[in-house]
């Protein structure tokens, strides 16, 4: 297409470098350094979308991320739904339509790379506009580390767009000039970059577009967007102003946009957005707008102005131009199809209308004042003032951390804005110890701009219940209608009445319509906007894509893979595995075509009948040292620790403060000031950070040291009737008999010079050793064993084997067969909670009276009467025999449920209501709508006396 709206000269582009991307299947051309909405609209394309719930057209209305209608879906290079047209860059072969509100996800995966960086900082500064700069460049040259972060392009602010003069000299040379100084001072500079979020402590999150993932041309998997972390001492926010609209009948139609964008597209773009203007303001600035259109020789066919008193300089300017000036009026309405075609107005004195005119034109500029950018400053707990002066609100209480400067902080004109930077980061400064250089304050030209307002919030051309197409959010299709109707519903918060309408809530986060929607709530309900307020600035300030979010941590590295060091091994062995709290952890190991019912039934066989070996390396291990280490780990277990002699192991369960099952495991007792916990694989992570915070937290007086050994040591059970002739055999020097080394020890030994601890740690209730040995030695040890165990037919068995050995003893799994209400009676361990202690944790809800209810449920075994028959785990147990009579009791459920050659017959583990008195009874296990009698038996089905642990 033609850029028949593209000025001949002017603009920040680079016009040796033509580019152009497809919108609805139409080539748009522009040039680097535009935006898609700049391009759009040089080549006359303002409607781009329709609204999400009337179909109206829409268009391009600001030129920043303020925009509440530009809603465009990018299909190529990338697919990248809902992004504003005015903040993606123009690259070459980028395909685009617009989207109604609402885009559609992408149905592959994105091949881009997202990251994230970290970054820390005396100051970190946010906005490279004139108050931003002045703050980076002092703070700079006072010695500070600081960062300057602007979601722009560019640097400047909003100077690109408002010719000015600093020193003398074209306001850009000085922000050339500046932005070299900061680099030379080692200032961090990040453009594109926006900080979405501030948080405590300091903390800023801010998103960094990239732009070498642009185009066609650009890498596949090219770095899309960058997530960064700043952690600053002090933030000052100079993140300017936002420019508002006036809510008037139709005023959704392309072509009406906010006057200062008009002025941004003209002199950063070099785009002329209409060929018959009119203005429609209720403050100073929009003349420059007008003034700077027309010079350029676009027609500006009226100037209308809410206020009846005008400044001289404005009515000169517009008389000198042979612009009309309709003082004391407002439009009423416009009409046209897919874009303005004219404009309605008519006198107003804020109670009753005059004659209604009418002027031909193509767009129309409003401005109905500027709200200051105090998202950040919000967010970070900081209160706001209605200014009545400035007809908007600003930052009214004192942030720690947080300081606002500029027009951020309610400062219009750019000498104040420059005065007010200088102060406040001098104040920074001075809070930070730096002592500031004496220096030159910049002398910019004149203000004229910024003069006193008047506030309309909007045109009340009829009862507000009948302003249906006064739009306030026009992404929400929500109108003045919507408001009233939400006030006479009763509600009277800004909060209800933002969810109600839905004001606020689309991906502008209600830049445009917010404010306004609080100065019209006051209006309709008679009270006043300092009343009403605003509602909670919440992060993030604009959408933050879920990928950047993540990071790298997607596909594999969504969650970090670990494995063992003989993974390899099982790998070449054909194991299969399955991801336990995110180890990769062999599951079996099929031989000639077995599926996993055929090798589980060999590798129990071979476990109960002869000697198997499992990698259980994946075992979480803290290693706890220090004088008080024995009275800590009596605080955290339910039994006694201090009294475990050294070369003695003991099984401990441990609690939470409400007295239920967290985890549980063995301790080794290593010396008089030093054990080795295990914990089990899932809670590894989970248990060492629990046992830190109450060392650092509530008891920081005791003498203790925690250390995570998980991935130091590996540990192979070894484990059958067999196992003490290949453990004999491999460790010579040690005495494996029973009456020398007993159950419940341990001792240390060496292999070929390697030092090994052997533990007689039984999980299967079978005669066992578990071997242990600092990692890097994982595989060769392995290997060694399963050499020695080789005459006697020693079979790797994997995670399912280990749970039906362990299940056939009852022995519970924390996570399988607790679900958080299970305490250690519950689980038939009475046992293992001491009597002799003062307190552990826990201890005090034992005592509750639901603990001590008889109907609790208790961990029981399930014998089907069909040994065949198969229950799923999670199936609910029930006593009556008609599942149709509603509602039927569900008394328990099963935990655990597997197929067993030692009982010839299935079996399950199962939390039921009143267990341990019911063994012996009936019950049916529901399984697809029908019912499976099974007899409650005690949770443990193999051994009970425990004879084969000896073996």
């Known amino acids: 297409m033609t850029q028949r709206h593209r000025t001949e000269t002017g603009g920040l582009i680079d016009?040796?470098?033509?580019?152009?991307?497809?919108?609805?299947?139409?080539?748009?051309?522009?040039?680097?350094?535009?935006?898609l909405?700049?391009?759009?609209?040089?080549?006359?394309?303002?409607?781009?979308?329709?609204?999400?719930?009337?179909?109206?057209?829409?268009?391009?209305?600001?030129?920043?991320?303020?925009?509440?209608?530009?809603?465009?879906?990018?299909?190529?290079?990338?697919?990248?739904?809902?992004?504003?047209?005015t903040t993606i860059e123009l690259a070459p072969g980028i395909a685009a339509h617009g989207v109604p509100g609402q885009g559609v996800l992408p149905t592959e995966p994105d091949p881009a790379r997202y990251d994230s960086a970290h970054l820390h900082v005396d100051v970190l500064v946010v906005?490279?506009?004139?108050?931003?700069?002045?703050?980076?460049?002092?703070?700079?040259?006072?010695?500070?580390?600081?960062?300057?972060?602007?979601?722009?392009?560019?640097?400047?602010?909003?100077?690109?767009?408002t010719?000015?003069?600093?020193?003398?000299?074209?306001?850009?040379?000085?922000?050339?000039?500046?932005?070299?100084?900061?680099?030379?001072?080692?200032?961090?500079?990040?453009?594109?970059?926006?900080?979405?979020?501030?948080?405590?402590?300091?903390?800023?999150?801010?998103?960094?577009?990239?732009?070498?993932?642009?185009?066609?041309?650009?890498?596949?998997?090219?770095?899309?967007?960058?997530?960064?972390?700043?952690?600053?001492?002090?933030?000052?926010?100079?993140?300017?102003?936002?420019?508002r609209p006036v809510v008037f009948a139709d005023n959704d139609r392309p072509g009406i946009m906010l006057a200062g964008a008009a002025r941004t597209y003209l002199h950063r773009y070099g785009v002329a957005v209409g060929e018959r203007v009119v203005v429609f303001t209720t403050n100073d600035s929009a003349y420059s707008a007008a003034f700077d259109l027309h010079d350029a020789g676009i027609a500006v066919s009226a100037i209308i102005d809410a206020r009846s008193v005008i400044g001289t300089h404005w009515t000169d300017g517009s008389a000198a131009r042979g612009i009309p000036l309709h003082h004391g009026s407002v439009v009423t309405a416009t009409a046209g199809e897919s874009r303005v075609a004219s404009v309605s107005f008519a006198r107003f004195n804020g109670t009753a209308f005059g004659i209604t005119e009418e002027i031909a034109a193509d767009t129309l500029l409003v401005s109905g004042g500027w709200n200051p950018a105090v998202h950040l400053y919000s967010q970070a707990g900081g209160s706001l003032r209605y200014d009545e002066r400035l007809g908007a609100f600003v930052p009214d209480s004192v942030v720690p951390g947080i300081a606002v400067a500029g027009s951020a902080a309610?400062?219009?004109?750019?000498?104040?804005?420059?005065?007010?930077?200088?102060?406040?980061?001098?104040?920074?400064?001075?809070?930070?110890?730096?002592?500031?250089?004496?220096?030159?304050?910049?002398?910019?030209?004149?203000?004229?701009?910024?003069?006193?307002?008047?506030?309309?919030?909007?045109?009340?051309?009829?009862?507000?219940?009948?302003?249906?197409?006064?739009?306030?959010?026009?992404?929400?299709?929500?109108?003045?209608?919507?408001?009233?109707?939400?006030?006479?519903?009763?509600?009277?918060?800004?909060?209800?009445?933002?969810?109600?309408?839905?004001?606020?809530?689309?991906?502008?986060?209600?830049?445009?319509?917010?404010?306004?929607?609080?100065?019209?709530?006051?209006?309709?309900?008679?009270?006043?906007?300092?009343?009403?307020?605003?509602?909670?600035?919440?992060?993030?300030?604009?959408?933050?894509?879920?990928?950047?979010?993540?990071?790298?941590?997607?596909?594999?590295?969504?969650?970090?893979?670990?494995?063992?060091?003989?993974?390899?091994?099982?790998?070449?062995?054909?194991?299969?595995?399955?991801?336990?709290?995110?180890?990769?952890?062999?599951?079996?190991?099929?031989?000639?075509?077995?599926?996993?019912?055929?090798?589980?039934?060999?590798?129990?066989?071979?476990?109960?009948?002869?000697?198997?070996?499992?990698?259980?390396?994946?075992?979480?291990?803290?290693?706890?040292?220090?004088?008080?280490?024995?009275?800590?780990?009596?605080?955290?277990?339910?039994?006694?620790?201090?009294?475990?002699?050294?070369?003695?192991?003991?099984?401990?369960?441990?609690?939470?403060?409400?007295?239920?099952?967290?985890?549980?495991?063995?301790?080794?007792?290593?010396?008089?000031?030093r054990f080795l916990v295990y914990t089990t694989t899932g809670g590894a992570a989970k248990i060492l950070d629990w046992l830190e915070e109450w060392l650092q937290t509530e008891w920081p007086e005791l003498r203790v040291y925690l250390t995570s050994v998980t991935e130091h040591l590996v540990t192979f059970p070894v484990v059958g009737p067999l196992s003490r002739s290949v453990i004999g055999d491999l460790f010579p020097g040690v005495d494996v008999t029973n009456e020398a080394f007993p159950f419940m020890t341990w001792r240390d030994t060496d292999l070929g010079g390697v030092p090994v601890r052997l533990a007689r740690v039984s999980f299967s209730g079978e005669l066992a050793y578990e071997v242990s040995a600092a990692s890097w030695y994982g595989r060769d040890l392995w290997e060694r064993l399963i050499a020695a165990g080789e005459q006697y037919g020693i079979t790797p068995y994997g995670t399912e084997t280990m749970h039906v050995l362990r299940a056939e003893k009852g022995y519970p799994i924390v996570g399988q067969d607790t679900d958080g209400t299970v305490t250690p009676?519950?689980?038939?361990?009475?046992?293992?909670?001491?009597?002799?202690?003062?307190?552990?944790?826990?201890?005090?809800?034992?005592?509750r009276p639901a603990n001590h209810e008889p109907n609790r449920r208790q961990l029981v075994g399930l014998l089907p009467d069909d040994p065949r028959s198969f229950i799923p785990e999670g199936s609910q147990l029930v006593s009556v025999d008609d599942l149709e009579s509603l509602p039927v009791p569900m008394e328990g459920f099963v935990t655990s449920s597997y197929d067993s050659e030692a009982l010839a017959s299935t079996f399950a583990l199962a939390l039921l209501d009143g267990g341990h008195s019911r063994i012996g009874e009936k019950v049916n296990a529901v399984v697809d709508g029908r019912t499976v009698p099974v007899t409650i038996t005690s949770h443990v089905l193999l051994d009970p006396e425990g004879a084969r642990r000896d073996g």
């Open 15 to 35: 016009r040796r470098t033509p580019l152009s991307f497809d919108f609805e299947g139409i080539a748009v051309d522009g040039y680097a350094g535009d935006t």
């Open 37 to 85: 909405a700049s391009a759009l609209l040089a080549n006359g394309i303002h409607e781009v979308t329709t609204s999400i719930k009337l179909g109206r057209p829409r268009g391009i209305a600001a030129a920043g991320a303020e925009d509440p209608s530009g809603l465009l879906q990018i299909t190529t290079p990338f697919p990248d739904p809902m992004q504003l047209a």
């Open 127 to 161: 906005g490279s506009g004139p108050a931003g700069l002045v703050a980076a460049s002092e703070a700079a040259r006072a010695g500070a580390r600081v960062a300057l972060v602007d979601e722009k392009l560019t640097p400047g602010g909003s100077l690109p767009a």
């Open 163 to 243: 010719p000015r003069t600093i020193d003398g000299a074209d306001a850009l040379e000085w922000v050339s000039r500046t932005v070299e100084e900061l680099r030379s001072l080692g200032v961090t500079l990040l453009q594109r970059t926006t900080v979405f979020g501030v948080y405590d402590d300091g903390l800023a999150l801010a998103l960094e577009r990239r732009t070498d993932h642009l185009g066609s041309d650009a890498p596949a998997d090219a770095l899309r967007q960058r997530i960064w972390r700043i952690r600053a001492r002090r933030t000052i926010v100079a993140a300017g102003s936002h420019e």
């Open 410 to 673: 309610g400062r219009f004109g750019l000498r104040d804005v420059l005065e007010d930077a200088h102060r406040v980061t001098s104040e920074v400064l001075a809070e930070l110890d730096f002592v500031a250089e004496p220096g030159d304050l910049p002398a910019a030209d004149e203000d004229v701009d910024h003069g006193p307002g008047a506030v309309l919030w909007y045109v009340p051309t009829g009862e507000p219940e009948d302003l249906a197409t006064h739009f306030v959010d026009l992404q929400r299709d929500a109108t003045v209608a919507d408001i009233a109707h939400a006030i006479g519903a009763g509600l009277r918060s800004v909060e209800h009445i933002k969810r109600y309408t839905t004001i606020g809530t689309a991906h502008d986060q209600g830049k445009t319509s917010g404010i306004i929607a609080s100065g019209i709530a006051a209006a309709i309900s008679g009270e006043k906007i300092a009343g009403v307020g605003t509602t909670r600035f919440r992060p993030p300030y604009t959408p933050v894509a879920f990928a950047a979010l993540a990071g790298r941590a997607r596909g594999d590295l969504f969650d970090p893979v670990r494995i063992t060091p003989v993974h390899d091994w099982h790998v070449a062995h054909g194991a299969e595995f399955e991801d336990v709290g995110q180890w990769k952890r062999p599951w079996y190991y099929p031989q000639d075509g077995e599926d996993i019912h055929a090798a589980v039934a060999r590798e129990t066989i071979a476990a109960r009948n002869a000697v198997g070996i499992l990698d259980g390396s994946t075992l979480g291990k803290i290693d706890v040292q220090g004088p008080d280490a024995g009275e800590f780990l009596d605080r955290v277990y339910t039994n006694l620790m201090s009294t475990l002699k050294v070369g003695s192991v003991r099984y401990g369960v441990m609690c939470g403060v409400d007295g239920m099952v967290i985890d549980d495991g063995t301790v080794l007792r290593l010396g008089e000031e």
């Open 825 to 847: 009676q519950d689980l038939g361990m009475s046992w293992v909670v001491s009597k002799k202690k003062a307190d552990f944790i826990g201890k005090r809800s034992f005592d």
